[in-house]
């Protein structure tokens, strides 16, 4: 080794309050820990979805209830609130689906390498960010 090349640092024992501001985590573990996050975040929720399901299909005065609360808001709660709160469980079912889906081909497949943990993290990221987008668009009303 030259005096020019600069040794990279080596991390055996990760402090969380030293260490991890200067450790840089790869795209691929970025997806793999929002697939866990977004998993989190749909099981927190999971009360909000069954009732948002249940309000929406009992009967046609509880869907314009159901309606209602995207519009105007329920007691303190704005309506936009509710919106982005939606949103939030639409990425992480989409980001958790399509994780999940590139976790099982590379389990499946054997295709563990570090090009194609690259390559398929950018296209996982690129298409649950793409279609929460979309999504988020109908949502809101611009389409």
């Known amino acids: 080794m030259t005096e020019l090349t600069k040794k990279r640092p ?9 260490d991890l501001t200067t450790y840089r985590l790869p795209l691929a573990g970025w997806v793999s820990i929002l697939h866990r996050a977004s ?11 069954v009732w948002l ?12 209830r159901f309606s209602a609360a995207f519009a105007a808001g329920i007691g303190f709660v704005p309506g936009w609130f509710f919106k982005l709160v939606v949103l939030a469980i639409i990425w992480a079912y989409l980001h958790h689906l399509i ?8 389990d499946v497949a054997h295709a563990v390498s570090k090009e194609f943990g690259k ?3 950018i296209v996982t990221l ?8 979309v999504l988020g668009a109908k949502l809101f009303g611009l389409y």
């Open 119 to 121: 390559s398929s993290a």
């Open 99 to 106: 994780a999940g889906l590139r976790h099982l081909y590379m």
């Open 10 to 18: 080596e991390f055996r024992n990760i402090n969380a309050f030293t």
């Open 39 to 49: 998993g989190g975040l749909m099981f927190i929720l999971l009360p909000l979805i």
């Open 53 to 64: 399901f249940d309000t929406s299909v009992s009967s046609e005065l509880s869907f314009e």
């Open 126 to 133: 690129a298409l649950s960010i793409g279609l929460t987008l």
